[in-house]
């Protein structure tokens, strides 16, 4: 798994709000295709420009483009090509 430092300029989630909530994949293990274990997801990134989910940060501090994400039920398939499904988190709005 690579990690991506193009993303060190976006921000939490905390200060953000899902407008989908089930697209919240906080706390949920990263696996491969082959299911080798990669970690947790720690937090999901905000450019807070756009206003959009552009990155992950694992437990252990590497940073992932969500791009290469493919979301389960409970658990994330990591590709570092394209993911199957690809979700496009549209939008996030900032916490009242």
Request: net charge negative; charged share 40%.
């Given at each position: 798994?690579?990690?991506?430092?193009?993303?060190?300029?976006?921000?939490?989630?905390?200060?953000w709000?899902?407008?989908?909530e089930?697209?919240?994949?906080?706390?949920?293990?990263?696996?491969?295709?082959?299911?080798?274990?990669?970690?947790?997801?720690?937090?999901m990134?905000?450019?807070?420009?756009?206003?959009?989910?552009?990155?992950?940060?694992?437990?252990?501090?590497?940073?992932?483009?969500?791009?290469?994400?493919?979301?389960?039920?409970?658990?994330?398939?990591?590709?570092?090509?394209?993911?199957?499904?690809?979700?496009?988190?549209?939008?996030?709005?900032?916490?009242?």
């Amino acid at each position: 798994m690579k990690t991506d430092d193009r993303f060190k300029s976006l921000h939490g989630l905390s200060d953000w709000q899902l407008v989908n909530e089930d697209q919240d994949i906080r706390g949920y293990p990263v696996r491969s295709i082959t299911g080798e274990e990669y970690g947790k997801i720690d937090d999901m990134l905000v450019d807070k420009d756009n206003e959009h989910v552009l990155a992950v940060r694992m437990e252990d501090g590497r940073l992932v483009g969500v791009e290469h994400l493919d979301i389960r039920d409970d658990h994330v398939i990591y590709t570092d090509d394209h993911a199957a499904s690809p979700v496009e988190y549209r939008k996030v709005r900032r916490h009242s």
